[in-house]
């Protein structure tokens, strides 16, 4: 597995490159009509800290609507934050005006969910992939089209046609152009919005390819953004989970998978179904009862609590865990997780699942 | 080089900039495709083809001069003669040939509409996409105003206008230019809405777009549809208002013809000469109904989504 191992091996260093610190995005819901006033707000994003290293993957999953997408979206800041403050290089971009603004954003760039929307229908694919060239001047205008052709290339489209317009392709073709589109300003770090959840099957492993490769030839930074467990362990380096505005764990690839610590997350790879009859046989899931709470008032103390098969009462639902390094680049948030103690989710075994190998996931059950 | 073997592109050698017109040629035809089997919608086109000709070429069509008051135009009693070989639709109250009028009236009326119909789109298209792009106070503030000249008694507001300034045919156009851009501005505004929130402008910004940029190249693109189907069902209501205004005598001045102040001078006579009033309400009825079925097609045709089952 290439994990841990893939940043050095293509000799990046370990710095961050973005570092988000407790970033949080709250959607005020108003009321009147002439005079509207403030009545709630949507906790979309509720306090999220990470980083993402030079030339890694940061795969960031959980269920619709816990606010993964807005998360990605709040650090490329075309979501305004609410509070908290992302670094890009240690810079923070809340601090820059004009061109230096437009220098930094530069780097960030996103790749978008649905290929059939992040396009413009009323544009060429070479206009499309040639516009952020032409923006920031780039290239010489006489050099535009080679380039917009390398780029069409690079991504596995034919030049030659850069005069066609985006309903011609499909979408996996679309998404290819997309992703043309996103390296025409040679960023070092993209934000990837679920970009295979709209494909077909058949297409997405050659998309989740072009990504790696990608990210091998131009020491690409990726924010993975899904909600399918088994891609995101596919091209991740480290893996975060959110819930309800949170990141709940965050842990190197092969660590999460192999032994997770929050009761969340052994609920959520408890439910992925595994392609080995005997082993699929003894897979119990953890059923989680009820639904994800609203996100416009979010439960006390820890969000998951009303949903947790091992909460602890007069703990949980009082106090708010914070995100500790229980093991070493393995941070959780659980009253119930400590350096020495996993919480019991698990049927009495021993707690930190270190028994179960990676080729065989954990299976988690209801005590 | 990178990635050929996945590549899904079919190896189809030159892609010309002529193919790409011809492409772009293609989205119009596909729309022109399903006009055409709007039955509605081209009989409407036809009229309107057919009274854009008549306006055209007027003066060339028209029998007679439309002002000139014929010693044979009026009975021995003073009322107006019936259709006959010379007279085709007979003549008006003064003698004048009724369907040299109409020609002519179509001329104007036509005129009013169209030009009247282009100004209005300059204050409904800046309007109603700084409303929607800007967003906040300035969106409160435009669309606040749009509604309130829409719940204006719009034809006493254009009484006032007209006394003020003089009757005639530049100030009716001015003044329908500034009463009819509302609704065309609200719709745009609702359109400009959701085209921003788009994921195609959000790449655009972080493609380095400027505010101008995006709202030029990435939404206006998009509103043509809107534009020409709105522009089109306007065009009705417009020659309605012009026709009332030169009824009540605040539009076009005689002698100049237009269907609006025939109207007002035929109804006089509704029972000796019926037909005074009859051809120019039933041909002003007639256009107004063309235009709304062409627009209605056009609609139908550019969202093909949105088209009722037949």
Known sequence: MRGAGFAEATGHDHHDLVSV????????????IVFQHKIGAVHAVDGVSFSVRAGETLGLVGESGCGKSTTGLAILRVIPLTAGRVLYDAVDLADLRGRALRRHRRRMQMIFQDPYVSLNSRMTIGDIVGEPLLVYRLVPSEQREKRVRELLDTVGINPNTLNRYPHEFSGGQRQR????????????????????SALDVSIRAQIINLLQQLQREFGLSYLFIAHDLSVVRHISDRVAVMYLGRIVELAQNAELYGSPLHPYTQALLSAVPIPDPAVEMQRRAVILKGDVP?????????????????????????????????????????HLVTE???PDVRAGENAGSEALSETTPPIPMVT | MVNREFAETESDGAWTAEVAAVERRRAWQEVWRRLRQDRFAMA???????????????PWIAPHDPTTQFRDGLRIDGLPVGPSSKFLLGTDSLGRD????????ARVSLLVAVVARAL??????????????????????IMRFTDVMMAFPIYLLAMALVVVLNPGLTTLVGVIALIFWTSLARVLHGEVLSIKESQFVTAA????????????????PHLAAPIIVYTTLGLGNIILFEAAMSYIGLGIQPPTPSWGNMIAVGQKFYMAAPLLVVVPGVVMMATVLAFNLVGDGLRDAFDPLQRRVR
Do not use: M
Not at chain 1, 24 to 31: A, Q, R
Not at chain 1, 178 to 189: D, M, S, T
Not at chain 2, 205 to 220: M, P, Q, V, Y
């Open chain 1, 21 to 32: 610190e407790g970033i949080k995005v709250h959607f005020p819901i108003t009321s009147g």
């Open chain 1, 177 to 196: 152009i997309g992703i043309a589109r996103a390296l025409a300003v040679e960023p070092n770090f993209i934000v990837c919005d679920e970009p295979i």
């Open chain 1, 294 to 334: 609203s996100p416009v008032e979010p439960p006390s103390g820890c969000h998951f609590h009303p949903r947790c098969p091992v909460k602890e009462e007069g703990r949980c639902e009082v106090d708010d865990p914070p995100l500790v390094e229980v093991r070493r680049e393995h941070w959780v948030a659980c």
């Open chain 1, 340 to 342: 020495t103690k996993a």
């Open chain 2, 44 to 58: 409407g086109l036809v009229v309107i083809c057919a009274l854009t000709v008549v306006a055209i070429f007027g």
């Open chain 2, 98 to 105: 009724l369907l040299s009028r109409l020609i002519y009236g």
């Open chain 2, 120 to 141: 209005t789109l300059i204050p409904a298209v800046v309007l109603g996409l700084v409303a929607g792009f800007a967003g906040g106070k300035t969106e409160t503030l």
């Open chain 2, 205 to 220: 910004r972080l493609g380095g777009c400027s505010n101008a940029r995006i709202l030029f190249r990435h939404i206006l």
